[in-house]
């Protein structure tokens, strides 16, 4: 461990949603960059599989008094889980919201706020759109994901106050080997099943994971960063072009179509929000903090994955 990372030796991060697909590399990278985590979790079994940098807790009234630097907040029903029901799309919103103003309350009963607050959304919150380039700026657009994002954001925002810095962070689809859309995508297209879903023009902003935590680590220590930021590659590609790329990696052709119709019977709403349609996103506001992605270009990210 190097100085600077002794020096993070001292700092405590509480995050939620730490034992999730994100969660789980992002505590690993905070722990090897000298951070000490503490998950809020639901799970009774990993409450007693803390070491000494990582801790779990049940309870936010479980957490020692103590300076805590930074707080991340991921946490929330997946959206794939099941079919969206109007009970379900409620539940996907509440529980995200929930713990946020779980958090809220927490927050306002330190004595010393944390110097950053990072609070999940996506980039649904743009809702749908065709071709045009989307950056933090850009308005949104009325749908379900919209209306998910912008609830989990605003319970964030509401208490803006209670940290020195609040990063709302709009993820992409994140790509990475131990869980999210990647895996789910592989055994059709090993079986040459890939083709376009749909109309296959929709827009796809991905990103690389390790992408995903080195700039969660960014908006932590950078005390400049503070408002929205985009967590997506900078160069986006339309569902097709994700199609191919993925198909050429694995030497597999992806010509097979999964028309949109069949797509929403199978799938649901689900597929109507997050295949079928999409958005065209940059990362505006990370390259202007300094941010270098390691994974810019999709095919160099399915090369480093696969
Ligand atoms: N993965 C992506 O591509 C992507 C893209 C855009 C946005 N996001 C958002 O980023 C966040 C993290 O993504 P992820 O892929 O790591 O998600 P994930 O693997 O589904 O993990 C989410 C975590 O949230 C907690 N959780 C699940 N259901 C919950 C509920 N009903 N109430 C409270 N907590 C619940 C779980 O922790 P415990 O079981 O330990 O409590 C779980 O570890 C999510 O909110 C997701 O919507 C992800």
Not at 38 to 59: D, N, P, W
Not at 73 to 90: D, I, M, Y
Not at 222 to 230: D, H, L, R, W
Not at 232 to 249: D, H, K, M
Request: hydrophobic residues 40%; charged residues 15%.
């Amino acid at each position: 461990m190097n100085v600077d990372n002794l020096m993070k030796n001292s700092k405590y991060i509480l995050l939620t949603g730490g034992t999730g697909f994100i969660g789980r590399c992002l505590s690993q990278h905070l722990i090897d960059q000298g951070y000490h985590v503490t998950v809020l979790t639901r799970s009774g079994a990993k409450l007693s599989s803390g070491t000494e940098h990582l801790a779990y807790i049940a309870a936010l009234a479980d957490l020692q008094p103590r300076h805590w630097y930074g707080v991340i907040n991921l946490a929330g029903e997946p959206l794939n889980k099941t079919r969206w029901s109007t009970a379900q799309k409620a539940q996907i919103i509440s529980s995200r919201v929930a713990v946020t103003q779980r958090l809220n309350e927490w927050l306002r009963t330190l004595s010393t706020p944390p110097e950053v607050y990072i609070s999940g959304s996506a980039v649904g919150w743009y809702g749908h759109w065709d071709d045009e380039c989307l950056d933090e700026d850009s308005p949104s657009r009325a749908g379900f994901s919209n209306t998910l994002c912008a609830a989990w954001e605003a319970a964030a925002m509401a208490q803006a106050d209670l940290a020195s810095r609040l990063c709302i962070i709009r993820l992409g689809i994140v790509l990475g080997n131990a869980g999210g859309s990647l895996p789910a995508m592989l055994l059709p297209a090993k079986l040459g099943l890939g083709g376009p879903m749909g109309a296959g023009q929709q827009w796809w902003s991905w990103i690389h994971m390790e992408d995903v935590v080195r700039s969660i680590n960014l908006l932590l220590e950078n005390p400049q960063a503070t408002g929205v930021f985009n967590l997506t590659a900078p160069n986006p590609v339309t569902q097709i072009e994700f199609a191919r790329a993925l198909g050429r990696q694995l030497h597999r052709p992806a010509l097979l179509p999964l028309p949109g119709f069949m797509a929403k019977l199978m799938l649901g709403e689900f597929a109507e929000e997050v295949l079928l349609k999409g958005q065209r996103v940059k990362p505006k506001h990370l390259l202007d903090s300094g941010f270098t992605f390691n994974y810019p270009e999709l095919p160099g990210a399915l090369r480093q994955l696969l």
